[in-house]
Structures are given as C-alpha cells and as structure tokens.
C-alpha cells in the first residue's frame, strides 16, 4: 500500500513539475502579442488549471487515506491499483526498446521486408508457442503484412 | 439543403464510394470482433493509408469503420463473453448466456438487427436536427465556440475517466501539448524545447496513433492473455424469425434507440454508458413484471441484448450533430475524424456546412447508408470474422504495432513522426497505468486551438473585456455548467474533510 501512496504522490508531483516548467518556458512570451492575447497567457492558463488541480487531488487522496478505518477501506483509495500486473513490465520494456530499434532501422532501409521480419519474430517470441510455430507464422504473416502495407501505401502515395 | 442531400446520396451509391464503405464496415467489423482493438486504434492506424485518397474516398472507409465496430463489438462479447469494444459490455450479461445454452446464431442476429435498427432509426432523427442546427450554428459568435469548446472538454474529461479530478488533468495536459508550435496569431514559438520539427505543432497523427494504438498494445501485453474460444454449435436462426422476434421487443428497441440518441449528443457518455442504460432498462423492467419473460435476467434474455446492441449504435447518430455542426467531438473516435478532416484541409466547426457542403452531407449521409453496409458485411463475413477470434493475440498486437509506427512514417516520410507516436505510446500507457483519461488529452489536443484562438479573438474584438463571455447567452449557458463542475469537485472536496474530522472526532469516544 505504501509503494502504491509513494506513486500516487510522484505522478502528482511530476505534474506539478510539468505546471511549473510551462510556466518557466512561457515566462520569455509574455509580452508577445499585447496583454490581453499574450502567446504565453493560454498555456499558462492551462498549466495553472493542471496544477492546482493536482495539489486537489493530492489533498483529496492524503483525506481519503486518513479516513479509512479498516486496511480494506484503505485499499479501495487506490482505485484498483493492486489489481495491475507489475510482474508484466518486462514486456513493456522489451516492446520500447525493440519499437526504437525499429525506428532506428528503419531510418537506414524503410519498408525493408527484412526488417519487418525480424522484428515480428521478436516480437511474437513474447508470446507464441511452440517455436515451429512462432517461426512459421512469423515468416508468412510478415511477408503478408510488407507486401499489404507496401502495396496499399504505394497505390495511396 | 435537399439537394445537398439527394447529390450526397448519389456520390455515396457510386459503385467505388459504396465500395469503400463496404471495405470500411468489413474492417470495422473485424476489429469490433477482436478484443482489444478498438475503433479509435483502427481509425488511427488507417488514417495514414488514406491520407493519399481523396478525402471523400477516404471518409468513406473511416466512417465505415467507426460505425462497424460498434456492431462488431458484440461477437466477442456473445461468443466468448469478452466484448469487442467497451461498447459492448452490456451486451454479453445476456448474448453470453444465450451463446452458451445453443442459441448463439439467435443471438448474434438479433444484435446485428437491433444495432441496423438503432444506428438507422437515431441517423434519421439526426439528419434534420444537424440541417436546422447548422443553419444557427453560423451566428455563433467566437466567444461561445470558446467555451462551447470549453464545456465539451470538461464533460468528456469528467465522465471518461475513472477519476475527475485526474480526467480534468488530462485535458489540461492536452490543451498545453495543443499550444506546442507557432502561435498562430503572433509567429512567437512556444514550448518547442528547440526542436524545429516541432515548429508545425506536435504532429497530430503521429500523437494519436501513440495514444490509441501504441499505448493500447503496451496496455494488452501487460495484461495476461484471455484465451477463451468460440462456440462450435451456433445454431440456425432464419431471417423471418429474426424480424418476428426484433417486432416483438420494438419497445425496448425504441427506449434503446432514444437513450443512444439523446446521450449520443453530450460529450463524454459515450456508447458504453447507453448500452449500460438500456441494460439498467430492460433489467428493471423484468424485475418489476412489466415485461414478461421466461428467464431471469442474467440467463439470456433476447430483450437485454437488443436494447444494448440498439443504444451503442444509435449513440453514432446523435455524436453527429455536434461534431458536424460545432466542430466538437464526442469521443476518441469522433476526435480522431475530426482531426483527419483537418488534416485533409477542412475546417470543422458552424461554417462547415456552407464551406464544404459536399464533404459535410457526404459524411451526414454516409453515417446512415454505414448501417447497411455494417449489416450487409455482418450478414455476408460473420463466419470468417469470428472464426478470427482464434487467432493468437501475440500475432495481433506484433502486427498492430508495425503498421502503427510505419503509418506515422508514411504521413510525412519523416522518422521524427515516428518517435512522437513511440513517446505518445509510453505516455499513453503511463496514463492508463495510473487512472488518467487518454481521450481526454486527444480532445484537448483538438480542441485546444479552436478553444484558444476563439477565445483570444472574442478578447480581441471586445478590446480585453472579458464580460463578452457572460453577454452571450450560449457561453453564459457554458459557464454556469462550468460553474457547476467546479462545485461539485468543492463540494467532494468538502464532504471528504468533513467524513474525516468527524471520524477523528469519534476515535476517542470509541477508545
């Protein structure tokens, strides 16, 4: 539950953090465009909003917490966060960082069937099981999906 | 404007228009099918593809997807109790049960006749009220398109997410990341952290495939797989027997349609809140006798699944009136449209209509004509479609993700785009992970410049008065509802404290 309240309270203050650096950016547009339609005055204003909106809620959640008689009540104050998986973060980590080799890839040959093949099979050998099969879907659903996207593409372009 | 009407419906019955609603349907369809993917994601994904279309064309196919999914939803939530779309939802407490005791052909039947039934029947309803409302809409002044803008805004970030407070946080978010780029009226550049490319604005396409097709994927991989399977025995259901048993339940039919209708127009209900409802509707009214029925509810009453199917259908109908004719969308799916019409060079909003009349009743009218095509397309691929559901979701995603990140290349050509969408996804998925509400950062991020450049220009005109926003009766209108929400968070805000001294105040005693 502690590791639950110490997040809750990080992401607030991260937006906090977010208000304030839009302030900081804003503060050198101030005087751009007259007083009453200044650039920096709408982004401002929305920051503001965030703000304050996230030391609300942070009040909110700290009297939610002090009220809860029981640890049951206590948990309910979380709006299901115990119900998230962490044990699956792995996967999330691994599909960020083979995204950004894709696009790292992809910036040297675009649309290279090669490339699309290779990062179908990692990405499918997350999940898909047997390897014989892991292998042959992989390599028919990959051509499929190159030839479809660089046909359609193509044809539109 | 008849003729307007009677020259949209003869573009959209061209063989080729036609032709691409159909494919638009037919994949709507399927991706309604297949948990997990969802309206917004497939429209986000195909936007790219049909950015070298013509825009018509290209419409043709999005609104076929956004009105086929709703019908498709329901396979999934019948065959395998998991719904195709959160639209859905209501529809398997009964279309589960029904599948389950044999009776799945009946059951998916009847949600694709009451879904026909309810998109037709609101399309109908709609089509006169968005001519009329249209016609007013051009004496909007920029002061009430400002915080009509506003108000929409707080209803979708209110009633979207499972928090308020973090709701209304994620459309601040969106309304900053919407002012990223040139200020439009000054040339002055704002929060760009000294990336050229960012000088356009954060590219909208590339943010939205981020937010509902990335950050949905990271979302179902973290998430244990569901690895349910359709029925085989379906069982026989003929289309005489189907009219019969629709005729028989017209009265929750019509409750469904008119609750799908009416909660179609305000921002944020969305479909699943009026599948719920005519669920809440049908449920109440065997519990009290009204109805008659065999069966409990809970153990596949026909009656709760056709209220449901027709309620999230007929949501399409009324989402089009204030879409078509302010320029404010409703839901993910109708923020998205909105931004490919952008995209595409059009302007949304009360000026639409007499700018580009025949886009405006082409995509008025192709809403209605969709509900064909989605049944002809329901009637014709039903088999393969949920034979689809067997296959693996690992091949799903892996595929979702490549097409999502080589469309954003493809909009510009540019690997910059393609780094947006990847930070959207991340973001997108943060959010999810700690309750925030992404479509409410994707209307900020659309509505975030209308909102703005509206209301700097009332400003303007009324020289820095800010009373130009309480003398028209329209923004006064929004700014007592705006009023309204602020006090309820306060009065939360209040009643919470209150709970909590008093109970401080008991611990002693208690002792």
């Known amino acids: ?157 | 404007m008849t003729s307007h009407i009677l020259a949209a419906f003869a573009d959209i019955f061209q063989p080729m228009s036609f032709a691409f609603l159909f494919v638009g349907s037919a994949l709507g369809l399927l991706v309604g099918v297949l948990p997990g993917l969802s309206s917004p994601m497939a429209l986000a994904i195909l936007i790219p593809i049909t950015f070298g279309m013509e825009p018509f064309s290209a419409f043709m196919i999005l609104i076929g997807i956004y009105v086929g999914t709703k019908t498709g939803g329901a396979f999934a939530a019948i065959l395998i109790r998991t719904p195709g779309t959160p639209a859905a939802a209501a529809t398997a407490m009964e279309g589960f049960p029904m599948a389950q005791r044999g009776e799945a052909g009946r059951a998916l039947a009847i949600s694709i006749g009451s879904s026909f039934l309810g998109g037709t029947v609101s399309w109908m309803v709609a089509v006169p009220l968005v001519g009329v409302i249209g016609l007013y809409a051009v004496r909007i002044s920029s002061a009430d398109l400002a915080m009509i803008g506003l108000m929409a805004l707080a209803a979708v970030s209110s009633l979207s997410g499972r928090d308020l407070l973090k709701g209304l946080m994620s459309s601040c978010l969106g309304l900053i990341l919407a002012t990223v780029g040139l200020d439009e009226l000054t040339g002055t550049p704002r929060l760009t952290l000294g990336y050229y490319q960012m000088l356009g604005g954060i590219p909208f396409l590339a943010a939205i495939v981020g937010l509902f097709a990335i950050a949905t994927v990271l979302v179902d991989m973290s998430e244990e797989a569901v690895n349910a399977k359709p029925p085989t025995n379906r069982g026989r259901f003929n289309l005489i027997s189907l009219m019969r048993e629709l005729w028989s339940m017209r009265k929750q039919l019509a409750v469904g349609t008119t609750i799908g209708s009416i909660l179609g127009v305000v921002p944020g209900v969305g479909s699943d809140t009026a599948g719920w409802l005519s669920f809440a509707y049908v449920k109440r009214q065997i519990e009290k006798g009204f109805l008659k029925s065999d069966r409990k509810i809970g153990e596949g009453v026909p009656q709760g699944l056709a209220a449901p199917e027709a309620a999230n259908n007929a949501v399409t109908g009324g989402a089009t009136i204030p879409m078509l004719t302010l320029g404010i969308p409703g839901d993910g799916s109708t923020a998205i449209m909105l931004g490919a019409l952008m995209l595409f060079g059009l302007q949304p909003g009360p000026l639409f209509f007499h700018e580009s009349p025949d886009m405006a009743y082409g995509i008025l009218i192709a809403l209605g004509v969709a509900n064909l095509t989605t049944l002809l397309a329901a009637v014709l691929l039903i088999r393969p479609f949920t034979a689809v559901l067997r296959i693996d979701r690992s091949m799903l995603l892996g595929s979702v993700l490549i097409l999502a990140l080589a469309g954003s290349f493809a909009s510009t050509n540019n690997t910059f785009e393609m780094m947006i969408a990847l930070s959207f996804g991340v973001l997108g998925y943060l959010m999810h992970r700690f309750g925030f509400s992404i479509p409410a950062v994707a209307l900020g991020l659309i509505l975030g410049p209308v909102i703005e450049s509206n209301f700097r220009r009332a400003l303007m005109i009324s020289r820095g008065d800010a009373m130009v926003f309480l003398t028209s009766p329209i923004s006064l209108i929004c700014i007592i509802l705006l009023t309204l929400l602020a006090g309820k968070l306060l009065y939360d805000f209040v009643s919470k404290s209150k709970t909590q001294s008093e109970t401080q105040n008991n611990q002693p005693t208690n002792k």
């Not at chain 1, 309270?9 to 953090?17: C, S």
């Not at chain 1, 547009?29 to 996230?54: C, E, H, K, N, W």
């Not at chain 1, 115990?82 to 675009?110: C, E, K, Q, S």
């Open chain 1, 1 to 157: 539950m502690r590791h639950a309240l110490i997040q809750e309270l990080l992401v607030l203050t991260a937006i906090l953090a977010i208000s304030v650096l839009v302030f900081l950016q804003t503060s050198s547009i101030m005087d751009a465009g007259g007083s009453q339609v200044a650039s920096g005055t709408f982004p401002r204003l929305a920051a503001g909003t965030m703000g304050v909106l996230a030391i609300l809620r942070m009040l909110m959640f700290v009297a939610k917490l002090r009220t809860a008689k029981s640890p049951a009540e206590k948990a309910r104050t979380f709006d299901g966060m115990y119900d998230w998986n962490w044990g699956n973060m792995h996967r999330i980590v691994a599909a960020t960082v083979l995204m950004v080799l894709y696009i790292f890839l992809f910036r040297l040959v675009p649309f290279a069937p090669l490339t699309f093949t290779f990062i179908f099979l990692v990405f499918l050998s997350f999940g898909v099981r047997p390897w014989k099969r892991l292998l042959i879907s992989t390599v028919l659903s990959s051509g499929f999906l190159t030839i479809l996207f660089v046909y359609i593409v193509g044809i539109v372009r």
